[in-house]
C-alpha cells in the first residue's frame, strides 16, 4: 500500500507563502511513487487575524493535532501596524503551536554547502547542529510591567527553565552527538544567569556521564558568537535554550551562505503531537511580494521533516538536488520560483 503523508501546511505572512509554495512542490516531486501528499492548507498568519480576528484558537489547535506533520512558511505582519503590536502573532501562533505540541527540540542543522560562499575568509568545514530548546526560556511570556510609559515603568521577562525540560533536551542534543562526530558545546551564560546556567550545566553534566564517547565543552554566549565566526568548525552539536539557540542560528546562517538557506525542525520526539519545519527566517516584509526571496531554507526543512518521517531516501534526493543547485549557482540572482523549479527539476518535474 502506498504511503501516505498527511501535511498541514501553515503558508503564513510575507515570503512564507512564496517558499512552502516551491517547497511542497520539491517535497512532491522527490516523494514521486513512494508516497502520496496530503496537503491541508490552513490560513493562521497577521493577515488571517487582521481579517477574521482569530489568531489560534482551541478547535484550530485540535484540527491541526490531526495531521502528521506541518510544514509552515513564516508569519508576522507589518512591524508598524499597531494591530499588532506586543508580538501578538509571533506568541499567539507560532509560540502557541510550538509549545502546544510540546516541540521541546527546535533543530537547526548548518552546513557550508560546496561552493557557497561564506562572508567568512576561511570558514573551513561548517556542519554543525544547534539543539535549541523550543518550549521554555524567556519565550513563554512570564512577565509583565507597571507603570507603562511613566518615567517609573518596570519591565520583567522572566526566564523559565525547569529540570524537567531542560533535562530532556540535552538529552536529546548527546544522543545526536552520540550520531554526529561525538562534540557537544553547552552554551548559556552561566556567569551571570546564575541559576538557569547552573540548572543547564548541572544537566549536561549528568547526561555526560551516559555518553563517555561524547567530548563536551562549554561556552558562554558571548564567546560563542566569536567562535562562530573565527572557528565555525570547532562544532558539532550545540544545545543552548530558547533565546540564545533563536540569535546563534541567525548567526549560522548568514555564516553559512545566508538566512535563505536555513532550515529548522520544530520536534516532538515522542510523536505524542505533529512536528513543524520551517525556515530559520522569518516573514521578510522588505522583500515579500518580490519574488526574490530564497526558498532553499524551506525546501532544506523539508529534507528534516523527511528524515523526521523515516523516509530517508526522499530526504537524501531533496539534499542531494538542492546541492547540486547550489553548487551550479552563478552570480545571476533567480527568483523564488526559478531556484525551486530548477531543484524540482531535478528530481524528475517536468
Ligand atoms: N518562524 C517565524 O515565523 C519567524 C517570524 N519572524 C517574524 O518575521 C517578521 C520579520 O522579521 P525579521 O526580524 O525582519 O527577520 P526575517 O528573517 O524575516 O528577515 C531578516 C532579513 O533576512 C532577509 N531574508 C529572510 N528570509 C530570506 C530568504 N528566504 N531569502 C532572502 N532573504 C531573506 C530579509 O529580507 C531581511 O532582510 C517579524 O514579524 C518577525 O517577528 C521572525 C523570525 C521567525
Ligand atoms: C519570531 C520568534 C518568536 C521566533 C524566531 O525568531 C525563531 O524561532 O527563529
Ligand atoms: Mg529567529
Known amino acids: 500500500m502506498t504511503r501516505t503523508i498527511d501535511l498541514a501546511l501553515i503558508p503564513g505572512d510575507g515570503i512564507g507563502p512564496e517558499v512552502t509554495e516551491q517547497a511542497v512542490a520539491v517535497l512532491r516531486a522527490a516523494l514521486g511513487a513512494d508516497a502520496d501528499l496530503r496537503t491541508t492548507e490552513y490560513p493562521y498568519s497577521a493577515r488571517h487575524y487582521l481579517e477574521t480576528g482569530v489568531i489560534l484558537g482551541d478547535d484550530d489547535l485540535a484540527a491541526?493535532?490531526?495531521h502528521e506533520v506541518m510544514l509552515l512558511g513564516a508569519v508576522g505582519g507589518d512591524p508598524r501596524d499597531p494591530k499588532l503590536a506586543g508580538g501578538i502573532i509571533e506568541r499567539g501562533l507560532l509560540l502557541k503551536l510550538r509549545f502546544a505540541f510540546d516541540h521541546y527540540v527546535n533543530l537547526r542543522p548548518t552546513k557550508l554547502f560546496p561552493n557557497v560562499t561564506s562572508p567568512l575568509a576561511n570558514p573551513g568545514d561548517v556542519d554543525f547542529v544547534v539543539v535549541r530548546e523550543g518550549t521554555e526560556g524567556p519565550y513563554v511570556g512570564n512577565g509583565g510591567s507597571i507603570r507603562v510609559g511613566t518615567p517609573a515603568e518596570v519591565a520583567n521577562e522572566v526566564s523559565v527553565n525547569t529540570a524537567y525540560g531542560v533535562e530532556r533536551v540535552v538529552k536529546y542534543a548527546f544522543d545526536l552527538a552520540e550520531k554526529r562526530r561525538k562534540k557537544l558545546t553547552l552554551v548559556h551564560k552561566t556567569n551571570v544567569l546564575v541559576y538557569a546556567g547552573s540548572l543547564w550545566a548541572r544537566?549536561?553534566?549528568?547526561?555526560?556521564?551516559?555518553?563517555?564517547s561524547v567530548a563536551w565543552d562549554y561556552l558562554h554566549v558571548d564567546a560563542a558568537t566569536i567562535f562562530l565566526v573565527t572557528?565555525?568548525?570547532r562544532f558539532d552539536v550545540i544545545?543552548?535554550?530558547n533565546l540564545f539557540g533563536d540569535i546563534l542560528t541567525d548567526l549560522a546562517g548568514a555564516i553559512s551562505g545566508g538566512i535563505g538557506l536555513a532550515a529548522s525542525g520544530n520536534i516532538n520526539p515522542d510523536g505524542a503531537f505533529p512536528s513543524m519545519f520551517e525556515p530559520v527566517h522569518g516573514s521578510a516584509p522588505d522583500i515579500a511580494g518580490q519574488r526574490k526571496a530564497d526558498p532553499t531554507a524551506a525546501i532544506l526543512s523539508t529534507v528534516l521533516l523527511l528524515d523526521h518521517l523515516g523516509l530517508a531516501d526522499a530526504a537524501r534526493r531533496i539534499e542531494a538536488a538542492v546541492t547540486a543547485d547550489l553548487a551550479e549557482r552563478g552570480p545571476t540572482a533567480r527568483s523564488t520560483d526559478e531556484i525551486g523549479s530548477a531543484i524540482s527539476r531535478r528530481l524528475g518535474a517536468d
Open 64 to 66: 491541526l493535532a490531526k
Open 203 to 212: 544537566a549536561v553534566e549528568r547526561e555526560a556521564a551516559n555518553h563517555p
Open 231 to 233: 572557528d565555525p568548525a
Open 239 to 241: 544545545v543552548t535554550d
